[in-house]
């Protein structure tokens, strides 16, 4: 049974359970190792008691076995009512931040799509769900970059589909 908690990001239009769409599938979530352990290293015994995954590559940590595509374990399981434990990618869904686009110098995030089959991509994002990602992300990266304030930049489009192929170049609208 799902525990009452705070589930950051969630559209008030958003089907769920409901959705005959995945949002995760459990595949491309992954975080960097500063997001890791500033969320979530101190509870990884917990984390891995629930059945979630961690390997770390390189500079990045990929977490799976976190959903069973409708029901995310970070928040099944989640240890705060206060804070969405799980990683930014996740809270901001259907975005992603394009982590290898991240301007550090000019403090300029990118957010894609991340991919096209979730239904709510082919409207016009509610602008109130805009300012909840940009909250999400503007409090999360100062956290992690020491009160740094980055611009958040949306981008209604798919830039590769980071669930299926990842590194598909080529910048594809979404079909209205």
Same mark, same amino acid.
Not at 53 to 70: E, L, P, Q
Not at 90 to 114: G, S
């Given at each position: 049974m799902m525990n009452k908690k705070i589930a950051e990001g969630c559209l008030s239009v958003c089907k769920k359970e409901k959705c005959p769409v995945s949002c995760c599938d459990d595949v491309g979530v992954e975080e960097w190792v500063m997001e890791y352990l500033a969320f979530h290293d101190r509870a990884r015994v917990f984390w891995e008691s629930k059945g979630i995954k961690f390997k770390f590559k390189g500079d990045r940590v990929g977490v799976t076995n976190c959903s069973t595509g409708k029901e995310c374990k970070f928040l099944k399981y989640s240890l705060s009512k206060d804070y969405d434990q799980r990683p930014i990618d996740c809270k901001i869904y259907p975005y992603f931040v394009d982590w290898e686009e991240i301007?550090?110098?000019?403090?300029?995030?990118? $957010?894609?799509?991340?991919?096209?089959?979730?239904? $709510?991509?082919?409207?016009?994002?509610?602008?109130?769900?805009?300012?909840?990602?940009?909250?999400?992300?503007?409090?999360?990266?100062? $956290?992690l970059f020491f009160g740094a304030d980055f611009e958040v930049i949306f981008h209604d489009q798919c830039k590769y589909d980071i669930y299926k192929t990842k590194r598909v170049v080529k910048i594809v609208r979404a079909k209205n």
């Amino acid at each position: 049974m799902m525990n009452k908690k705070i589930a950051e990001g969630c559209l008030s239009v958003c089907k769920k359970e409901k959705c005959p769409v995945s949002c995760c599938d459990d595949v491309g979530v992954e975080e960097w190792v500063m997001e890791y352990l500033a969320f979530h290293d101190r509870a990884r015994v917990f984390w891995e008691s629930k059945g979630i995954k961690f390997k770390f590559k390189g500079d990045r940590v990929g977490v799976t076995n976190c959903s069973t595509g409708k029901e995310c374990k970070f928040l099944k399981y989640s240890l705060s009512k206060d804070y969405d434990q799980r990683p930014i990618d996740c809270k901001i869904y259907p975005y992603f931040v394009d982590w290898e686009e991240i301007d550090f110098n000019k403090k300029k995030i990118n $957010l894609y799509f991340a991919d096209f089959d979730c239904p $709510l991509t082919k409207e016009q994002m509610p602008p109130e769900f805009k300012d909840n990602v940009s909250r999400i992300i503007k409090r999360d990266f100062s $956290l992690l970059f020491f009160g740094a304030d980055f611009e958040v930049i949306f981008h209604d489009q798919c830039k590769y589909d980071i669930y299926k192929t990842k590194r598909v170049v080529k910048i594809v609208r979404a079909k209205n």
